[in-house]
């Protein structure tokens, strides 16, 4: 048993040191079959599924899934999504990802402790194209030469203008910041692409993503959509430190992205660089039904959007030097799926979790010696079936406030230390049932009118 062992370990040992995906660009077919490779090397860590719905053209919509056990949702452990190609001209990002899962399957196999054990903490879904159709179309008509042709799916469709509108919900004053789908009714022919995106993002209980784009060279966040009229207009979300946070954490270890000596697409001057590299969504230019938007305000998920590059259908012999480039910036964005808290939310009685309990953060980090901020960030998170949540914030002190319907409220104070390879602190809460709403004279009110009372009860 034990020369077999040996024996195994050495010829894995050996295979480790080989790549499967070489730099070119892979067609839809190649796309799935290096996937299903990279998942027949590493099947105890990987496993390769379809969306819901396939492309118009009838292409699937495949995704590789890295975790320690494939395939399901493991308590307190975040799930993050890298996403791809929903421009189909946009393909840098494509080949990026094919290099990543194959990255992520030969470091585990060599060993690398921080692969490791960022696979054993993270669920990592890579879809790699969310627009095949497009790309066919882009390739096939002078391989993206054009600066629009292949950027819509075969509907003709921008799938990037395709999803709910939620923003408008949020500027014209929803009593609610986040879950904003549970109220809205889809009125539109949605495109399948969408459609499959949609069901991914409401089902799992991400906590991180990024969409991948080209065209320009900048890590963009939210909001996507202008609060006003302007057509560019910087519009914060309530996690704007956070998001400038994840933002940096992409365009800071990418050596072009942040660097000011780095010319821009258009003109001499690198505007984008000259800010870290990054950019309000709105603030560049606005854009309306948008999935970096529906993630947060539709879902706990934080979503940004990257720009790869000014060359929307880079060259093959760039291929190599873009993935050497985007490599830490990639592996670190995944470990920020780690930063801020996590933990369970149960019933102090029962033990049992609780599931979509509201997570509320209130800011009190100390600016200098001036007093203590007291800042409510005004988008909660809510835990997922087994009352695991994960809530993503910048370094800094909070008081974290937890509410379900039926329990009574609870506070804890919590200290975020600065981003690093490891798991998020841990805050559990148990919550104790709450004999009767006495606490609130209007028994009728909504979970969200019983925390806003308990919130000036709470800080008078
Ligand atoms: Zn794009």
Redesign the pocket.
């Known amino acids: 048993m034990r020369i077999l062992f040996t024996a195994v370990l050495l010829l894995c040992a050996h295979c480790a040191a080989d790549n499967v995906v070489d730099f070119s660009h892979h067609n839809n077919t190649m796309l799935a079959a290096v996937l299903q490779k990279i998942h027949n090397k590493c099947p105890e860590v990987s496993r390769l599924y379809t969306l819901s719905e396939s492309s118009v053209r009838g292409v699937p919509l495949y995704v590789l899934e890295f975790s320690d056990n494939p395939g399901r949702h493991e308590l307190m452990e975040p799930e993050m999504k890298l996403i791809a190609n929903?421009?189909g001209n946009?393909v840098l990002g494509r080949e990026l990802l094919l290099h990543l899962a194959d990255h992520l399957c030969t470091q585990f196999l060599a060993g690398d402790q921080d692969t490791i054990s960022l696979i054993r903490s993270t669920r990592i879904h890579i879809l790699p194209s969310m627009n095949p159709d497009g790309w066919q179309i882009a390739t096939n008509n002078g391989g993206g030469k054009d600066y629009l042709i292949g950027?819509n799916n075969a509907a003709d469709v921008d799938l990037?203008r395709d999803f709910p509108d939620l923003d408008r919900l949020v500027y014209n004053g929803a009593p609610v910041n986040n879950h904003l789908m549970q109220n809205l009714k889809i009125d539109y022919p949605i495109q399948p692409e969408t459609e499959a995106l949609i069901k991914l993002i409401l089902d799992n209980p991400f906590v991180l993503s990024a969409n991948m784009?080209?065209?320009d060279l900048v890590a963009n966040y939210p909001y996507d959509k202008s609060m006003g009229n302007s057509p560019t207009e910087y519009s914060s979300s309530p996690d704007d430190a956070t998001f400038r946070d994840l933002a940096v954490v992409y365009a800071s270890n990418h050596p072009r992205m942040s660097n000011p000596a780095t010319p821009g697409c258009e003109t001499a001057e690198n505007e984008f660089a000259k800010q870290g590299g990054i950019t309000n969504g709105a603030a560049w230019y606005s854009v309306p039904g948008g999935m970096q938007d529906f993630n947060y305000l539709g879902s706990n998920d934080f979503e940004i959007t990257l720009?790869l590059g000014c060359d929307?259908y880079p060259a093959t012999e760039s291929l190599k030097q873009e993935w050497e480039d985007n490599k830490q910036s990639l592996i670190e964005f995944m470990w920020a799926t780690h930063m801020g808290i996590k933990g369970v939310v149960t019933d102090s009685l029962t033990h049992k979790g609780i599931a979509g309990a509201v997570v509320h953060v209130r800011n009190i980090t100390r600016v200098g010696r001036a007093e203590r901020r007291n800042l409510d960030i005004d988008h909660d998170v809510t835990s997922a079936r087994a009352g695991d949540y994960w809530r993503l914030i910048t370094s800094g002190e909070y008081e974290i406030l937890v509410q379900a319907e039926g329990y009574e409220p609870q506070g804890k104070l919590v200290s975020v230390p600065e981003g690093r390879h490891q798991e998020a602190v841990v805050l559990n809460f148990a919550l104790a049932p709450a004999a009767e709403y006495s606490a609130y004279p209007d028994t009728d009110s909504t979970p969200e009118e019983m925390y806003m009372n308990y919130m000036n009860e709470y800080n008078p």
Do not use: L, P, T
Request: aromatic share 0%.
């Open positions: 929903m421009h946009e950027r990037n784009h080209g065209g720009e929307k």
